[in-house]
């Protein structure tokens, strides 16, 4: 058990009373809490995830970063994230579209070169503004553009935009959603092609910032608990998605990204400039 000790919470801080009182009252005294708080969060968003192909990501990135190092959280995302997508390639691998993930590739390629070259790591705030901003930034993304996914080109430049963003913020299915929806391909086709493009990506991200990480920064049981918790949540919710539509599987997940990216954009402010 633990005493909650009273500790003044700045003005500043009010809009964040979740973040503020766990965080300064509980959470950083108690490493087991944050363990236990980041596996459930990854179970939850594996299931949003699993059902919208989008918004889990980003959601489970904020709430790591909340309480991790920024190598940290990149590193424990990418474990979660690749696990959680790894397991929508085998459960949807039979839809998968092949054609687009070459250019893709050597787009993301190109991306992880240019990374080693500089060496960079980005700030918490950054982060944060980042995430943020990705699903406003896809929803003001002209109509009559077309980002469909199966033309290669197309598929080259995602493949650019998407793998430095998740270098840069941890995620992108924000952005990467916008090449998918546009599309004609049915919602499997979708959740199993997407997953094979993200899986790569967290890869990138992960093998990236893993030089970044100090031992004591994550323990071997958080990471074990979160690849268990995506497995689990990606089951769960593969066992609910054949009783959506595909409309309301494109539609749905734009409301969540909404809601989080003006939380997570507004800590970043904070952290920046607060």
């Known amino acids: 058990m633990f005493s909650i000790i009273a500790i003044p919470i700045p003005r500043s801080q009010l809009f964040y009373s979740f973040y503020s009182l766990y965080s300064l009252i509980?959470?950083?005294?108690?490493?087991?809490?944050?363990?236990?708080?980041?596996?459930?969060?990854?179970?939850?968003?594996?299931?949003?995830?699993?059902?919208?192909?989008?918004?889990?990501?980003?959601?489970?990135?904020?709430?790591?970063?909340?309480?991790?190092?920024?190598?940290?959280?990149?590193?424990?995302?990418?474990?979660?994230?690749?696990?959680?997508?790894?397991?929508?390639?085998?459960?949807?691998?039979?839809?998968?579209?092949?054609?687009?993930?070459?250019?893709?590739?050597?787009?993301?390629?190109?991306?992880?070169?240019?990374?080693?070259?500089?060496?960079?790591?980005?700030?918490?705030?950054?982060?944060?503004?980042?995430?943020?901003?990705?699903?406003?930034?896809?929803?003001?993304?002209?109509?009559?553009?077309?980002?469909?996914?199966?033309?290669?080109?197309?598929?080259?430049?995602?493949?650019?935009?998407?793998?430095?963003?998740?270098?840069?913020?941890?995620?992108?299915?924000?952005?990467?959603?916008?090449?998918?929806?546009k599309s004609n391909l049915t919602r499997q086709e979708i959740l199993g092609t997407k997953a094979v493009t993200q899986t790569l990506g967290h890869i990138i991200k992960l093998g990236y910032y893993a030089a970044f990480v100090r031992s004591s920064d994550l323990t071997i049981w958080v990471v074990t608990a979160v690849v268990v918790a995506a497995l689990l949540g990606n089951y769960f919710a593969s066992t609910l998605v054949m009783r959506m539509t595909d409309y309301q599987f494109k539609a749905a997940g734009k409301y969540l990204i909404c809601v989080f990216g003006l939380m997570f954009l507004g800590k970043g402010l904070y952290e920046l400039w607060g």
Do not use: E
């Open 26 to 181: 509980v959470i950083r005294k108690n490493g087991s809490m944050v363990y236990v708080l980041i596996t459930l969060a990854t179970f939850l968003t594996a299931i949003i995830s699993g059902l919208f192909s989008m918004a889990g990501g980003l959601i489970l990135i904020g709430v790591m970063a909340l309480f991790l190092s920024v190598p940290a959280t990149m590193v424990l995302h990418g474990v979660a994230q690749t696990f959680s997508n790894g397991s929508r390639v085998w459960i949807y691998r039979h839809h998968i579209k092949w054609s687009v993930l070459l250019p893709y590739a050597i787009g993301a390629a190109l991306v992880l070169t240019t990374f080693i070259l500089i060496s960079y790591v980005p700030s918490t705030g950054l982060i944060f503004l980042m995430i943020g901003t990705f699903p406003f930034i896809a929803l003001k993304i002209p109509q009559s553009i077309n980002l469909d996914m199966q033309r290669k080109p197309v598929a080259f430049i995602c493949g650019v935009i998407v793998t430095s963003a998740q270098m840069l913020a941890g995620v992108a299915g924000a952005i990467l959603d916008v090449f998918y929806i």
